[in-house]
């Protein structure tokens, strides 16, 4: 990749599983995402994620977990910045493709290890290539985040 490659985000980073433009495309006409959270001491709880009034700069986030679907919390995010979510630094990230067997199905998945940074675990991040946007797996600290759904509205 270049440096003009849209994926490369600044110097020290490696390149973002997905650009802007691809999680906008994916995105801007609306999509739930069902997640599924599990905790190191066995506990779990299911979190929903809809994007709404998508544009060309961005969307409303909405997230609830399914056992208090009335607390939503709504938010304006920009495609960039869900791109910048996964700019990961060169020297402390390694970068792998995956092949993983998920509710979603079977998935080619660019697969980011990162070291341990100061306050935080290390940390695993599997992006769906058919899938543009977060990732469909995120593992840290014990914890462990799948995508169930995805649904576009």
């Not at 709880?45 to 969307?59: K, L, P, S, T, W």
């Amino acid at each position: 990749m270049t440096a003009s490659d849209e994926h490369l985000l600044g110097p020290g980073l490696l390149p973002t599983p997905f650009t802007a433009a691809e999680i906008r495309a994916a995105s801007r006409g609306g999509k739930t995402i069902h997640l599924l959270v599990e905790s190191p001491d066995g506990t779990s709880f299911e979190r929903v994620n809809r994007f709404r009034d998508g544009d060309d700069d961005g969307a409303t986030l909405e997230q609830w977990t399914t056992d208090a679907p009335a607390a939503v919390t709504s938010r304006r995010v920009t495609w960039r910045e869900l791109q910048k979510h996964a700019a990961f630094p060169a020297d402390a990230t390694r970068m792998s493709t995956e092949v993983l067997d998920l509710p979603l199905g079977r998935l080619e998945c660019l697969r980011y290890d990162r070291q341990a940074a100061e306050g935080e675990p290390p940390a695993t991040f599997w992006f769906a290539l058919a899938h543009p946007g977060m990732p469909v797996r995120f593992e840290a600290g014990g914890q462990r985040t799948t995508v169930l759904s995805i649904r576009a509205d």
